[in-house]
């Protein structure tokens, strides 16, 4: 189980201070209107994932172990170019340039929206988090459970955090920002790594 539960924070952790529409709706929000008004909009996440997690599922339910394996040596590519990506995201990281993605909105739901219509969700579920899902309930329900609870528990609980150090100091914020974003891109090359390594071993 201990094994899920790692793999469900780490990405979650990654996926909650990786630039982009989500995350610049909040700090935009806690910026106009104050971390109270922002705070529940971290529950955003738990609206909008659960059409794609059932869509994800369905179609994997639908495929070979064989086929799982594959997804999950895709995932770990996947990751890996995602650790990339997060790597030059904190090597050029500008608070300021990141701002300029999205307008604040005001709502929970547009939250949601917003985290709906961004392409991450449906790439992480499709080829991290629904493949180990299937694999987990496989071997017990409460693995895949462990997962899914880990999971939403840190990208709630990292946003809030995030939400609260920047209305508490502005200059602060930014640098919190860029340090979650570098631990973040050595997490997920270990997350992509092991993936591989879980993905390949069915072949050896």
Do not use: C
């Amino acid at each position: 189980m201990l094994e899920y539960i790692i793999s469900g924070f780490t990405f979650a952790f990654a996926a909650a201070v990786q630039p982009g529409p989500l995350l610049t709706y909040l700090i935009s929000q806690t910026l106009s209107k104050g971390w109270k008004s922002t705070l529940p909009a971290t529950l955003a996440p738990l609206l909008s994932d659960g059409p794609i997690i059932l869509l994800v599922l369905f179609l994997l339910s639908h495929i070979s172990a064989s086929m799982i394996s594959i997804l999950q040596i895709l995932g770990g590519l996947f990751l890996l170019y995602l650790s990339f990506s997060t790597y030059k995201s904190w090597k050029n990281y500008s608070f300021e340039r990141s701002m300029k993605e999205l307008s604040p909105a005001q709502t929970v739901l547009k939250a949601a929206l917003v985290n709906f219509l961004n392409p991450g969700p449906y790439l992480g579920w499709s080829l991290i988090m629904g493949p180990l899902l299937i694999k987990g309930w496989h071997e017990s329900p409460s693995y895949g459970l462990a997962l899914l609870v880990s999971f939403y528990t840190t990208i709630i609980i990292v946003m809030g955090v995030i939400i609260v150090v920047f209305a508490a100091a502005r200059n602060l914020g930014p640098k919190l920002n860029k340090m979650l974003i570098g631990i973040s891109a050595l997490a997920l090359l270990a997350l992509g790594l092991f993936d591989l390594y879980s993905g390949a071993r069915v072949y050896f």
